[in-house]
C-alpha cells in the first residue's frame, strides 16, 4: 500500500485500524483524525481480499493469525457478521443480509477486491440460536449444516459477480481450518 497522509504524519507505516483507534482516544490525536480521516482517504488503494467472519471473541486471534499465514496480514477487508455465512443469509436476520451486501459491494467499489474468504466456525452460537440444535455434538451434522450454508452463499455471490474467487473455511476452536 502506497503511504498516505496518515502514514507520513507518523514517519512510518501504520495499520489503519490501530490508527483509527489511536486517532480516537481524543485529544490533540482528535486533530490528525480531522486531518487524515477523509473519505479519499478511506477509498484509496486497493486490497485484495475481503473475509467473512463470525463475532465469536474466542476466534479473533486465531482468524488474524490464520490470514497471516495466508500472507493477507492487512491487506483484507473484514465483515463481521454472527454466524458469518448463516448471517449474510437468514431469514431470521434480514438487516445482516443487506449489510453484507452492501458491504461486499463497497469492498468491490473502493478496494477492487478479487477473493472472498467465508469463514464459518465450530460451536457457533449463532447456528446454534437460528436452527435451536447444539450442532457442536455432532461434528459430522456439524460439517454438513456449515458446508450447506457456505456454499449457498458462495453461489449467491458467484451469480452477482462471476469474477470474484470465492472459498468457503471452517475453523475449529483450535484455529485449525479447513475448506468444505
Ligand atoms: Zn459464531
Redesign the pocket.
Known amino acids: 500500500m502506497k503511504p498516505n497522509a496518515c502514514e507520513s504524519l507518523f514517519g512510518r507505516e501504520i495499520p489503519r485500524r490501530q490508527f483509527l483507534s489511536t486517532a480516537l482516544l481524543g485529544g490533540s490525536a482528535a486533530v490528525l483524525t480531522a486531518t487524515c480521516w477523509s473519505p479519499r482517504t478511506l477509498a484509496a488503494g486497493h486490497t485484495d481480499a475481503l473475509l467473512l467472519s ?3 471473541y474466542r ?1 479473533v486471534d486465531e482468524t488474524e493469525r490464520y490470514m497471516t499465514r495466508r500472507g493477507l496480514r492487512n491487506k483484507y477487508d473484514h465483515i463481521v457478521l ?3 455465512a448463516l448471517g449474510a443469509i437468514t431469514e431470521k436476520f434480514p438487516e445482516w443480509n443487506k449489510t453484507f451486501w452492501d458491504e461486499l459491494g463497497l469492498a468491490i467499489d473502493l478496494h477492487g477486491i478479487h477473493q472472498v474468504l467465508l469463514l ?2 465450530r ?5 446454534k440460536q437460528i436452527f435451536g440444535e447444539d450442532l457442536a455434538k455432532t461434528p459430522k451434522k456439524e460439517t454438513k449444516v456449515h458446508t450447506a450454508q457456505l456454499q449457498k452463499l458462495r453461489d449467491m455471490i458467484k451469480e452477482k459477480y462471476p469474477k470474484l474467487e470465492v472459498e468457503t473455511l471452517l475453523m475449529n476452536l483450535a484455529g485449525r481450518v479447513e475448506s468444505v
Open positions: 463470525c463475532m465469536d476466534l454472527a454466524g458469518a464459518d466456525h460451536d457457533c452460537g449463532a447456528y
